[in-house]
């Protein structure tokens, strides 16, 4: 049987906020890209700071300079430290405009393996792929921090990510949990959730330092014995 990832109760009403104040200014400011140059799926932006979701975007049928000068406004609008890239497809030539013109961008490639935790650390989840991974992390950080859409609850695009956040679901196969695949959602009649993934994006910086793949970031922690806990940057 399948499970929601992320279950609607944990984002109420409660869960906008208007009053533009960050709660914790030295975390860093992490921008996620979800990039489609055509077909059904949109282009997505989501900029997150710490318990803060501060800003949120998305648009249809752009080509990838169009969707890189709308990444390059939103960074120097918000002053962003690090951009996350889904470098699959045509994500790819996005990721390289913006690291030519020196933006610190980071590629994200959802198809890799998921990191490892510590072996005896056994009450972690294990995840198959970096996807899967990812919406793990975004079920902990509702589940478990007071997180805050800056934005009105009858903005269209918040409503969005919220409906996109509390759709997909999750199994387990073995040891591995493995969250429902876009192609699973569209047979249900369920779109893509790009802004979603967008924000899902944003995890990796609390997973990384700035080195490395998932993988060899796993490989260090294990090196340095070195027991992970979930957090916010």
């Known amino acids: 049987s399948a499970d929601l990832l992320v279950e609607p109760q944990w984002l109420g009403s409660e869960v906008y906020y208007t009053g533009g104040l960050i709660r914790d200014k030295n975390r860093k400011k992490v921008m ?11 282009s997505a932006i989501v900029i997150r700071q710490g318990d803060d979701v501060i800003y949120v975007d998305s648009w249809h049928g ?21 951009i996350y890239v889904d470098v699959i497809g045509v994500g790819a030539g996005v990721f390289d405009m913006l690291k030519h013109h020196g933006y610190p961008v980071k590629e994200c490639n959802v ?21 899967d991974w990812l919406w793990w992390q975004a079920r902990l950080y509702f589940r478990q921090r007071p997180v805050r859409f800056h934005g009105h609850e009858e903005d269209e695009r918040w409503k969005t990510l919220k409906t996109e956040l509390t759709t997909p ?5 073995g040891r591995e949990v493995i969250a429902e695949s ?52």
């Open 32 to 42: 996620g890209v979800d990039v489609a140059r055509s077909g059904d799926d949109d």
């Open 169 to 173: 679901t999750y199994t387990h196969k």
């Open 62 to 82: 752009k080509d990838t300079v169009v969707t890189t000068e709308k990444v390059k406004a939103a960074f120097e609008t918000y002053q962003v430290d690090v």
């Open 111 to 131: 198809a890799e393996k998921a990191p490892e935790w510590e072996k005896e650390n056994s009450r972690k989840t294990n995840c198959k792929l970096l996807r």
């Open 182 to 233: 876009k192609d699973e959602l569209k047979k249900r009649g369920v779109a893509s959730p790009n802004l979603a993934d967008a924000l899902n994006m944003t995890f990796l910086a609390d997973w990384k330092t700035g080195a490395g793949t998932g993988q060899q970031s796993a490989r260090r922690s294990r090196k340095k014995k070195i027991r992970r806990s979930y957090k916010t940057v």
